[in-house]
């Protein structure tokens, strides 16, 4: 389902797209997560549980969580429960079920944004040097330089 980035919705992350000045970003760019999934295949250690209570955690399939119990079950990165191709057409498979770290990710926000430019999907309204939004798609080997490391992140995005 699409969703529109909204900077003055609550919930928007305020880090990388408040830091970098983005105002334009968000006025009618549409980011569809059914043919993206790249948050959703970005790291074996985001999906975990933190605040979803026994009763949440008992209703998600058992196939679907990790051997430890701590969070999803990732095959590498890629979240089990994902289905499709990244950057073509995915779905959650548990979508009514997701843990909440999968609620908390916003559309076109810093980890939306983080997991595109990981898996080599374009960044819509990046920042230029001298101030000015691309009206168009960077690559990421051009975008990269607008986004932080993380942590154990390979210095080669």
């Known amino acids: 389902m699409p969703h529109e980035a909204d900077h003055e919705d609550p919930n928007w992350p305020s880090g990388l797209a408040s ?6 970003v968000a006025e009618g760019v549409v980011f569809d997560c059914q043919s ?5 295949s970005y790291s074996a250690e ?4 933190s605040t979803e209570d026994d009763a949440q955690l008992d209703r998600i399939p058992q196939k679907f969580v990790s051997a430890d119990l701590s ?9 089990s429960a994902l289905s499709g191709e990244i950057g073509k057409h995915t779905a ?9 770290v999968c609620r908390a990710c916003m559309p076109g926000g810093d980890d939306c944004l983080m997991a595109r430019a990981a898996h080599g999907l374009p960044l819509v309204g990046l920042p230029l040097e001298g101030g ?3 009206p168009t798609p960077l690559a990421p080997p051009q975008a990269a330089r607008y986004l932080p490391r993380r942590a154990g992140a390979a210095e080669d995005l």
């Open 19 to 24: 830091s970098l000045g983005w105002t334009g």
């Open 92 to 100: 959650c498979g548990i979508y009514e079920l997701r843990p909440d």
């Open 46 to 49: 985001w999906p975990r549980f």
């Open 132 to 134: 000015d939004c691309s």
């Open 36 to 40: 993206c999934g790249a948050c959703c």
């Open 71 to 79: 969070g999803m079950r990732c095959d590498g990165v890629r979240c």
